[in-house]
């Protein structure tokens, strides 16, 4: 069955819809790319039903003055966004609670830096708002990192003003459907902007998982990246990556092992003591990419929590992304000035890939994707594996490849872009994910030695992996 079409709303018919709903009324602050939301409602008309005040403040000082000074510096970022709207609902609280009593009050905030004319700024920004769903009730925080694709200015603004609307209309009317939620964000602007890091938080959102948000965002196309970090919170790569060593490492987690486990360990250590690495700002980040959690070309969003639930537990902050190559991922991580950049994968895995690729594209393109891939601040780390019971071990070394690229792949070899890691623990290597699986489902308890202690209480303690299930059908 062909799949229908969304049919949504565009810009000037959802700002009008809020507009005539009297209890609907808020306030605008927006820096860097003019007043582009507030135009919006006040374009659709009855704006005076909607809007308490508009406000730009431009000027470093004047807004330093209002909001307060940022310790890095910076104004396009999350903290600034959050001093926005704690002063701006502040005030509305404080002005209007005893006048407007059955109101829905909000504050919208934009802080962005819009394309610039030699393009050394691409366009980029944080936006939010805070608002209630119900009179006198608590506040809640929809709060978006975007990248603005379009090549000016001009158009980057309308795009922020129609995002902005998009915004405000999903809070109110479309809080109930998650999915219908997020895609409603690029209602007429898809392929316009990235958003690439949401976050809904408050007391009437707390069955809403996060995690799920991050994920929906890279399914439905916003973004090709997203990150949450061990506390179940979504982040940005420029809060907490910017000019730091990173360390990727891609896998199932279906579920994590103590495999997966010395795979981080000793890859860590080694990049670690790589010449260009800062020890002290080494950072390591789990990545689970669309491709591996469909399972039998389904998605499956409970599996998807369990894994994360998994990573989370043991202590890793986790990028989601629709990265089947990792070119992509690096040209994502571009914008925050990674120093150095060591992506790790199993040698199964990178088997998989090579022959894939190779066999599927003779036509260079495979080649190219190398020569793409590998550049000085780069290195791949190959953990090593046994292709089955019995047979030799197989790492980055002895990994036989086609023909056509063997040349090609003996060069990243001997220039070291393609490394083995070093310092494993050979004794974990008879662990096969795939058996650790069967036997969680079966519930037999063989595959409780094979999972770290913390991922063998939360697998019992939850049910995850269809823990038992197997033997359940049986009885």
């Keep these: 069955m ?31 790319a003019g007043q582009e939301v507030a135009r919006n409602f006040f374009q659709a008309g009855a704006a005076a039903g909607t809007i308490a005040k508009t406000m730009s403040a431009y000027d470093k000082t004047y807004s330093d003055a209002i909001y307060g000074v940022e310790d890095s510096g910076r104004y396009v970022c999350e903290s600034r966004l959050y001093k926005m709207l704690d002063h701006e609902y502040g005030l509305m609280d404080e002005r209007l609670t005893s006048k407007r009593p059955e109101s829905l009050f909000f504050a919208f905030a934009d802080t962005v830096a819009a394309i610039n004319y030699k393009r050394t700024i691409k366009g980029s920004g944080w ?5 209630q769903l119900k009179p006198d009730g608590p506040t809640n925080d929809l709060i978006i990192h975007v990248k603005m694709n379009d090549g000016n200015s001009h158009l980057q603004q309308e795009a922020i003003g129609v995002l902005g609307v998009n915004m405000v209309y999903a809070c109110f009317k479309l809080n109930d459907d998650m999915h ?20 809904l938080e408050g007391p009437d959102f707390n069955d809403v998982d996060n995690r ?33 060593d990173l360390m990727v490492v891609r896998g199932h987690y ?8 010395d795979a981080f360990s000793s890859s860590l250590k080694q990049f670690k003591r790589e010449k260009d690495v800062d020890e002290e700002r080494a950072y390591l980040v789990a990545e689970i990419t669309m491709e591996n959690l469909i399972v039998d070309g389904v998605l499956n969003f409970d599996d998807f929590l369990e894994r994360a639930d998994c990573l989370c537990e043991l202590g890793f902050d986790v990028i989601v992304s629709d990265c089947q190559n990792h070119q992509t991922l690096i040209n994502y991580l571009s914008d925050y000035n990674i120093g150095q950049l060591g992506l790790v994968i199993g040698v199964r895995e990178l088997s998989s890939i090579i022959e894939e690729k190779f066999f599927n594209n003779q036509d260079g393109r495979l080649l190219v994707a190398f020569g793409e891939l590998f550049n ?16 030799p071990l197989i790492n980055a070394k002895t990994l036989m490849v086609p023909d056509g690229i063997h040349f090609l792949y003996k060069h990243l070899i001997d220039a070291k872009q393609v490394v083995e890691i070093e310092g494993y623990d050979k004794s974990q290597l008879d662990i096969m994910p795939w058996e650790v699986l069967e036997s969680i489902e079966k519930g037999d308890k063989a595959w409780e030695d094979a999972v770290p202690e913390k991922i063998k209480n939360l697998i019992i303690k939850k049910g995850l992996f269809n823990y038992a299930q197997k033997s359940l059908d049986l009885a």
């Excluded at 969304?6 to 927006?30: M, P, T, V, W």
């Excluded at 799920?212 to 179940?232: E, M, P, Q, R, W």
């Excluded at 000085?376 to 019971?389: D, G, T």
């Design 2 to 32: 062909k799949k229908q079409k969304r049919h949504f709303l565009k810009a000037a018919q959802k700002a009008l819809d809020i507009n005539l709903n009297k209890k609907i009324y808020g306030s605008f602050a927006e820096i860097g």
């Design 127 to 131: 936006m939010g708002i805070r608002f």
């Design 180 to 199: 219908e939620f997020i895609q409603s964000l690029v209602d007429g602007i898809h392929g316009r902007v990235s958003i690439d890091m949401i976050r």
């Design 212 to 244: 799920l948000l991050s994920l929906y965002i890279v399914k439905y196309g916003l973004t090709d990246v997203a990150i949450f970090n061990s506390n179940k919170r979504s982040i940005h790569a420029s809060e907490f990556l910017w000019k730091k």
């Design 254 to 261: 279906h579920p994590p092992t103590k495999v997966t486990m």
């Design 376 to 391: 000085r601040n780069i290195k791949v780390y190959v953990y090593p594996a046994y292709f089955e019971k019995g047979g």
